[in-house]
């Protein structure tokens, strides 16, 4: 059974991506920066699977931060009323009866969304027929969930630079035609070649953010969604830093921080008033 009011808010989510009117999605590591950004008027939340492995000490992408994100992912849909996605990496299995039960567990625990790259936990690009499996599985599996199925192809810089829009735009229509609910291609960046995949691909197009895009084009070439990405974690990280230089050094912290009262208050509001039961998920 899936928690109260998930299928408004996957309903909700799926109508966030729209061609041509891109929506933010920041990406949060933990409950209360998830707490931070939907207070903030964000319509949905997503995971980092950088912030949540290094939180947990792992490295991202070794695939070695599913109870991590499993954990994570069920505590800030307890907590969120808007819709929350997860990045699931490249599904932590090889077998897409595995990487479907997980997808299914989190479906039961509120989630809305889900990221899933085709690169296996050995950092090598999966082969376009096996990774359109893990989705078919997934689809099956968790109807309604949004399957935002995600390339490396130029986030890896695979194969030579005259050949992977091809690529790119042949895994997308792959994944596409297996049932996935939205595109992701990060590394994308060239205005031409967006514009491209956009002209190819019909499902929503996601990218991730960079600090000198131009949203106004990035719009008129059809993207539907962009994602920040580990960018709010990391710079948390750095501010943090320069927050414990300044106090051990005697100056100013570089940025106003967040109050302790407010941060409690929005702990406070968003407790349950019981504990959640616990969800079941596979231990594959």
Do not use: C
Not at 72 to 77: E, K, N, S
Not at 128 to 146: H, K, L, S
Not at 202 to 230: F, H, K, M
Not at 237 to 257: E, I, N, Y
Request: overall charge negative; aromatic content about 6%.
């Amino acid at each position: 059974m899936s928690a109260p009011g998930s299928d408004e808010r996957r309903q909700a989510f799926a109508g966030l991506h729209r061609r041509g009117q891109p929506f933010l999605l920041p990406n949060a590591w933990d409950v209360a920066s998830a707490l931070v950004l939907a207070d903030a008027g964000f319509p949905a939340v997503a995971t980092t699977s950088l912030g949540v492995n290094a939180v947990a000490g792992f490295v991202d992408g070794a695939g070695t931060g599913r109870a991590a994100t499993v954990a994570v992912a069920a505590a800030i849909a307890a907590r969120l009323t808007v819709p929350v996605s997860v990045d699931l990496e490249g599904g932590y299995s090889e077998d897409p009866a595995a990487v479907a039960d997980l997808v299914a567990g989190l479906a039961s625990a509120g989630v809305a969304g889900i990221n899933l790259e085709d690169v296996s936990a050995g950092g090598e690009l999966r082969a376009p027929a096996a990774q359109a499996a893990i989705i078919r599985a997934v689809v099956a599996a968790a109807p309604g969930v949004f399957v935002n199925a995600r390339t490396d192809v130029f986030w890896l810089e695979h194969g030579p630079r005259a050949e992977r829009r091809a690529e790119t735009i042949a895994r997308l229509m792959a994944y596409a035609q297996a049932g996935a609910s939205g595109v992701y291609v990060p590394g994308l960046t060239d205005i031409a070649e967006i514009e491209s995949v956009t002209a190819a691909v019909e499902l929503p197009l996601n990218l991730l953010w960079r600090p000198d895009q131009e949203l106004p084009r990035l719009a008129a070439a059809g993207v539907a969604r962009i994602s920040t990405g580990s960018a709010p974690y990391r710079r948390g990280l750095a501010a943090a830093l320069a927050t414990a230089v300044a106090a051990r050094d005697g100056d100013q912290p570089p940025a106003p921080d967040l109050s302790y009262g407010s941060l409690q208050a929005l702990l406070r509001a968003s407790q349950p008033a019981k504990a959640p039961h616990s969800t079941p998920f596979s231990s594959a």
